[in-house]
């Protein structure tokens, strides 16, 4: 939801400036995740996946995606995103199974795609290799075993092995050491042999051996560690072995002593661990920790091993894509992901691309059973292309779901076709998505782009931060604390969840989401809602009435002329925001452009202009002022909430059909005027002063005290002299005189000094009971300020705080110690004074 919305700020943006905007939808099969969660669900209902047939299970599948499907478009649909319905693609429809067999074809034939014998990262329970990035490493605690290789000779001792994996004893071949270790120096060359099996091991040197771990020697188990295959492959001597564990991760093999045979790993580690503390041959074992693979996808501890899988060469691919980030022609948003990315790029593995499910694209191979060679096209061959025998057998795996949906940017435009969409769409402008699929999804379709188009997928790439509940955790459904898109929608509006998705956090960063960030955003649109519904009945009607930027005359009212230049100005910042990929930003500026400055300030001084009680040209310009500021600003605010401002901006004299389809308007509509913005600083200064004064001194509502005030030079004072009506009607002020530089201060009357001068409020008559309550809050003023300074004390909080919160509380301190102060002189006064006639 967030990922879209920011994608649809984009959008209808683009599509209001006239620029052909296109937001192709689609779903991806993610293959063994999908096959994963179909088969939990199976077996929850108490079914056995294994029993189920092919086509059978492809049926659970099928109907699990329909309906997946249904509720994805359905959330899509709910939060109003501009998505053409019309080009939905899914990567397994007939166009995307053609730009897969297309896509592969064309890498083997460029000899970037391989077959080859490598240390795979094996998922037992899903008996499936997965690649790298489907691995996550955590830190845990296992049993680190200490064992005895006894010398074959009988000579007494043996060698100590340290393993986390005892269970794999049987397919060793060998037992290293470093060739520098004096410890060893009379073992190599000598046998020993392998505990609880009646198989001799030669002792080797070599120099991957780290001599630092456990005692020094290492068992060589070449088919289920890569270091121990690289060592077995330096030395040629050793026997190579035969597979120790199935597909299931049981042991197997004729290696493997007949009462192990058949165990899975877990109760053969058990098992062996048991009886070789009754043979003699444990030595210790001690607690360990260690980081442990696992699989993201059954959460399976990962078996490395040795099995035969198709990859891609990565290396070439990743050249052109590391070269258009270095030189700006893909720009990633933010761009402190670049580091990441360059790092990743260029320490870049072979991608293992097969995959032993079901659920996903075949790879477009057969093995001709009678001479044995590959036949690899993009239609399924009918004959061995080598000797043209029809005894073909397909390659049984699948491909990633990744090596589809790396093809996105062209194969959803139609290619291998050449469609007028892939003409017309690509290289397309703007991917929006999460970091953690940088290098799953971003970095490959970088060079699938380059690779099968010569261009860039895109320009740009805009990663939205992780979404955390109000307790700072990640959102995810096992803690239940995130909510349904479409139960929020209903609940909330579209539009609130939209905005609050934006707002306050920045999108590009992990923010908190929750009741929170929805009640402001629902207290924002309420404000907007309200703005246009007590405007709508003074502004001007008929087509074409704001079709137009008000005409300002010589002499038109301080708060027009300063609403439009402050227009122009949040108009400017929120179009810059945009470009930049800042949308966070954007929607600050205009929640505070109409929260503060429309509808706080211009509402509020221009009202009674509005409501005609300063003439008929007066009320006309405010209204068409207003008028044009909330139309332009609707649009501004249009691709962030699309529902509430196409039904506002009905309401609104205006011309076209739909909001949608406005064109975005341009800032340079109107016109500058930063004197105007200069003025209404010093109206808008005197008015915060005087209504301070008014606070503190506890004036009643419906009091109407003095004030005078003496302006800081005669520039202000002239301003402030012409705005005199609206300021003393905004702070209810009754009488509001001018003083000259060199006048004393009015007696009694408390003060307050800015820039703009100094400003005076006319104190109320106390009695006995506001003294009281001066009182209370003398005390309440202590207390606070005790428990500031109390914090400021403790060293751990200046430690932890940000410099900001520390200055904050710093300038709480002193604010409180100045009213505090302040209460204290007026108290005296007061009580000097008490006995004075009033
Ligand atoms: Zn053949």
Redesign the pocket.
Known sequence: MLGDTVMDVLARQHRMQGVATLWVPGLDHAGLATQVVVRNYVEKQGRRWDDLSRPEALAEIGRWKEERERHIRAQAEAGGFSIDWSRYRYTMDAASVRATREAFVALHRAGLIYRGERIVNWDPPMRTAISDLEVEHREEETDLVFLRYPWADGTPGGLEIATVRPETIFGDVAVAVHPEDDRYRDAVGRTVQVPLSDRLVPVIADPAVDAHFGAGALKITPRHDPVDREIFLRHPQLTAPPELFDESARLIGDWVPPAYRGLDRAAARAAVTRDLAAGGFLVRTERYRHSVARSTRSDAVIEPRLSTQWFVKMAPLAVPAVAAVRQGEVRLHPARWELTFYRWMEGIQDWCISRQVFWGHPIPVAV??????D?VSVDPPA???????T??RPDPDVLDTWFTSWLWPFAALGWPEPTADLAHYYPTSVLVTGRDIMFFWVARMMMAGYFFRGARPFSDVYFTGMLRDEEWRKLSKSLGNSPDPLELIRARGADTMRFALLFPNPAEEDGAFGDASLDGARNFLTKVWNLVRFAVPHLPTGPGALAAPPRIERGAALESRWLLARYRRAAEDVDRALAAFEPSRAAALLHGFVWHDVADRYVEIAKDALAGRRGEPARREAAAVLGFVLERTLRRLHPFVPHVTEELWHALPHDGDLLAVAAWPSPAEAPPDPEAELEMEAVLDAIRLLRNLRAEAKVPAAATPSAWIRPAGPEVARVLEREAPAIRRLTRVGALAFLPADAPAPPGAGSRVAPLGECYLERPAEGPAARAGLERERERLAELLAKTRGRLADAGFRARAPPDVVAEAEAKVRDLTERIRRIDDHLKADGSGAAEPA
Do not use: I, K, N, Q
């Not at 001709?368 to 060679?373: F, N, T, V």
């Not at 004959?383 to 025998?389: K, Q, R, V």
């Open positions: 001709c059973r009678a001479c044995g060679a036949t004959a061995c292309a080598h000797c043209g025998s005894e073909l």
